[in-house]
């Protein structure tokens, strides 16, 4: 077997491999230094945590479980019992495992963000009329804070809602809309777009009503429906097509990545009415 000289060139397998290492950038959780593992994990358990030996059981269960997720040594930093049957717990461990970077997929915004004035510009040139938006939270959720962040004239993280540009007209209808009550309203408004906000998710509630309500539009709307856009804390912005709706908005969304989404599927560039 023959080695190398120091001043040898390396192989093309060899290169490659080098350069693979250098690519990749592993990393493990951080605690208490660099590099220990360290996590916190919060959950809660159908527990009691009453009597003295209801809470050694709970934050024996509670170990248990951080156990077989893998961290080693786990300690239980804090319980509170949630009513008579129930133990919220959070707990502090290592964990053996690594994070490759490299591996790390990252989906990639697939339009410009743009100025007020060009996305008036654009509704302008290729609609020749207003843009119509009908906006809602549907079923039972009353939390309106995120629709009326992106509608709302006063807007979120120093942007203006969609109310502030002049070519977008807006019907903002508030918490608990019924499906067929949407439905209804998009088409006597002549809506472009449908915006939904979807906070309350307890057994997937937000999925289960977004179902309904692209199912809804497709009955009533066929061949072509309104632009169906959803957002939420909760959602999977990769779970469009799944859901029936053209985009989702996670959370930190803002009202210009909205405005610029909408005249980028409803009025591209280039395009005169």
Avoid: W
């Avoid at 490299?102 to 339009?111: D, L, T, Y």
């Avoid at 799944?242 to 989404?261: C, H, M, N, Q, W």
């Amino acid at each position: 077997m023959t080695t190398a000289s120091a001043g040898q060139s390396l192989s093309g397998p060899e290169r490659a491999s080098q350069h693979s290492d250098q690519d990749r950038k592993i990393v493990r959780p951080y605690g208490d230094t660099t590099g220990d593992g360290r996590v916190q994990l919060s959950f809660t358990l159908p527990v009691p945590y009453g009597t003295s030996e209801q809470r050694a059981r709970a934050e024996g269960a509670a170990l248990q479980l951080a156990a077989k997720m893998g961290m080693d040594p786990a300690m239980v930093v804090h319980a509170k019992g949630m009513g008579p049957d129930f133990t919220f717990f959070i707990v502090y461990g290592r964990v053996a495992h690594l994070v490759d970077l490299s591996e790390v997929i990252v989906a990639e915004r697939e339009f410009p963000l743009l100025p007020a004035a060009e996305i008036n510009l654009r509704i302008r040139s290729a609609l020749g009329r207003k843009l119509v938006v009908v906006g809602a939270c549907i079923g039972t959720d009353a939390h309106t804070v995120g629709i009326d962040a992106i509608l709302n004239v006063k807007g979120h993280a120093g942007e203006k809602g969609l109310e502030y540009y002049r070519e977008m007209r807006i019907v903002n209808l508030g918490a608990q809309v019924a499906v067929p009550d949407l439905v209804a309203r998009a088409r006597a408004e002549q809506a472009d777009a449908v915006l939904v906000s979807q906070v309350v998710t307890q057994r997937d509630a937000h999925l289960t009503n977004t179902l309904q309500m692209s199912a809804a539009f497709r009955a009533e709307f066929a061949p072509q429906r309104p632009l169906l856009v959803v957002g939420g804390p909760r959602f999977d912005p990769g779970a469009a097509h799944d859901l029936g709706v053209d985009k989702i908005f996670g959370r930190g969304t803002t009202p210009g990545e909205v405005a610029s989404y909408l005249v980028h599927a409803l009025a591209p560039a280039g395009e005169a009415a």
